[in-house]
């Protein structure tokens, strides 16, 4: 174990590779060049490791995964191919896509045979169904649940799950099994007796720990990543950040670094890994990236407030490209403000409530502008677009009594949990009629009032006639199956009536450091400046601003820190280049890579 309780500035750490930050992109590439025998160090500025990743939904977007494979799922490598090409549009990248789909099945059966790193299935469509090379099932994968006590002491630096989507702290799995038995608590004796069992166990857990401790989703990724690599021997140094490159022999050789106990300084013979979690909170970035803040309006981001866009001002200061190209510089989410006490606040991202029956979206001028239904990437472009012309990028949910007892809205929970302290202070706006809910919102009430009349006469036949609001199979997923003919469509009906403000977020940005294929930082003149990489958000996406399906983020994340960290390991530590066989043939070298 490298120590790190050096006091002064001269103090000096050596190894073969330096991974700054301790999410999946970071942990990924650590463990893989672990395993191919370096000496690895991962440092994480703030105190908690997991990264993004900790807060996520651990969905993971591999076509041709084993797991798919096994239920039989029929895929094709040529029909992905086809719908990537169909969703990135201009920006395809024909070597990154090809180093991706050859790649993530081998990656996925790395993890699972040489670590803790453990995979289920999931019945996630491909967001986009209907476009050529879209599939209804297989591609997604999800982190298996985890029982965190296996990481011993470092529990306690495990980062938590983000507060406003779990319940006094329970986490759900991604794939909404367990929520629709809270939303059937009250009206089915199976469902009661299951959400008792939960309850009665994480009080347990609460009682003896502080905090839950079987975890689902992106925490037991995160969790699951880094009690893999604390085995092999990778330290996690938290409350340590690294603030300036070394450069030696042309090329970069390490970084100084800031911890409790002082300066350090880390050598590095094989090179840095950038895994810093891109710039949602990098605010001069932001504002010239992202197309409403551009125009004066406001941006609440639910990621780790850590993620300030340390990687990519390492990158440029050693020489790396970075460029805002994409039309959607990152992965919108919809989000609305918790008050909580004290004067602060929450962000509660809008994940399932958009996808429910009697639940539409209108702008401040009461009017529909999109299929509720899509992911919330799509419905946060569209509401960047629809919001245009407007002071603030802002919708505002819409639903009735019955509809908020039964579902919740945003924050809120579903009957028979209060909603008295969200009216209060103000989270939410109750009307007896539309008008009066118009009034109280800041919305036009006339154009409301024709919204939903319109909406409701096809909504009584299960029908959206103007946004097609649940025709493809994704749009179904997180919907209500009960409701018939279509789950994803019911009329707004009989008073009194609620709206919630939900205005623009991320879950990470989709531009950033411009790499070669197997993660080199490149620069402006297309050369690979020696000795830097970058993986997960700090690389730019090969998504090229879009958002397919889910897991879209995590499965290439995974993917390229994996191929990063075989290349990295092939890399002459005295010439400081890879062989010419692993340049100019790597995805058939890293076969026989470890």
Request: glycine content about 12%; charged content about 20%.
């Amino acid at each position: 174990m490298h120590k790190m309780n050096q006091t002064n500035s001269s103090s000096n750490i050596e190894c073969d590779l330096l991974v700054i930050g301790s999410g999946a992109g970071g942990l990924s590439t650590a463990i893989t060049a672990r395993k191919n025998g370096l000496d690895v160090i991962v440092i994480e500025k703030e105190s908690y490791f997991g990264g993004t990743t900790a807060f996520s939904g651990g969905v993971l977007w591999i076509p041709g995964n084993p797991h798919a494979a096994a239920q039989g799922v029929k895929d094709s490598r040529q029909a992905a191919q086809t719908y990537m090409k169909n969703e990135t549009g201009a920006f395809y990248d024909a070597p990154a896509v090809d180093a991706f789909l050859d790649n993530g099945p081998d990656m996925v059966k790395f993890f699972e045979r040489e670590t803790d790193v453990k995979f289920i299935p999931t019945l996630y469509p491909d967001y986009h169904p209907t476009v050529q090379g879209g599939v209804d099932v297989g591609r997604s994968i999800l982190a298996k649940p985890f029982d965190i006590r296996e990481l011993g002491a470092d529990m306690a630096r495990l980062r938590p799950p983000l507060k406003t989507i779990t319940f006094i702290g329970m986490m759900f799995n991604s794939s909404n099994a367990d929520l629709k038995h809270f939303f059937n608590a009250t009206k089915s004796l199976t469902s009661f007796i299951y959400v008792a069992k939960r309850l009665v166990n994480h009080l347990k857990e609460l009682a003896l720990y502080r905090r839950g401790i079987h975890v689902t989703s992106g925490n037991a990724l995160a969790a699951r990543l880094a009690k893999s690599a604390l085995d092999l021997g990778i330290p996690i140094h938290t409350n340590t950040a690294a603030y300036q490159l070394l450069h030696e022999g042309g090329r970069v050789a390490g970084a100084l670094v800031r911890s409790a106990s002082g300066d350090i300084r880390i050598s590095a013979r094989r090179g840095v890994v950038l895994a810093c979690g891109g710039f949602s909170h990098d605010v001069e970035r932001i504002k010239k990236a992202y197309p409403h803040l551009r125009r004066g309006g406001e941006h609440l981001s639910p990621v780790p407030s850590g993620n300030t866009g340390d990687g990519l001002k390492l990158a440029e200061a050693a020489g790396g490209q970075v460029e805002i190209r994409f039309k959607q510089p990152a992965a919108w989410m919809p989000v609305s403000r918790v008050p909580q006490a004290g004067g602060k606040f929450g962000v509660f991202p809008h994940l399932l409530d958009r996808y429910k029956p009697g639940i539409i979206g209108v702008t401040r001028h009461g009017l529909r502008f999109t299929n509720e239904s899509e992911s919330y990437h799509d419905v946060g472009a569209a509401m960047i677009a629809a919001c245009a012309g407007d002071g603030e990028t802002a919708m505002w949910l819409i639903c009735d009594q019955a509809t908020m007892n039964k579902y919740g809205l945003g924050y809120a929970k579903p009957a028979p949990i209060p909603l008295g302290p969200l009216l209060r202070n103000g989270y939410l706006s109750k009307g007896a009629t539309l008008t009066q809910l118009a009034q109280q919102a800041g919305i036009d009430g006339a154009a409301l009032e024709q919204t939903v009349r319109d909406y409701n006469v096809g909504a009584v036949r299960g029908e959206d006639t103007q946004f097609g609001r649940g025709t493809t199979a994704f749009n179904r997923f997180l919907a209500d199956p009960e409701n018939k003919p279509n789950p994803c469509v019911g009329p707004v009906g009989k008073g009194p009536y609620y709206a919630l403000k939900v205005i623009m977020g991320d879950l990470g940005t989709f531009d950033g450091i411009k790499t070669s294929t197997v993660g080199q930082v490149l620069d402006d003149q297309g050369a690979p400046v020696a000795g830097l990489y970058a993986v997960g958000n700090d690389r730019a996406s090969v998504m090229g601003g879009n958002y397919p399906a889910a897991g879209i983020t995590l499965g290439p994340i995974m993917t390229f820190g994996y191929l990063t960290g075989h290349f990295i390991a092939a890399v002459d530590s005295v010439a400081g280049v890879a062989a010419p066989t692993v340049v100019a043939e790597f995805n058939k070298e890293r076969q026989h890579v470890g």
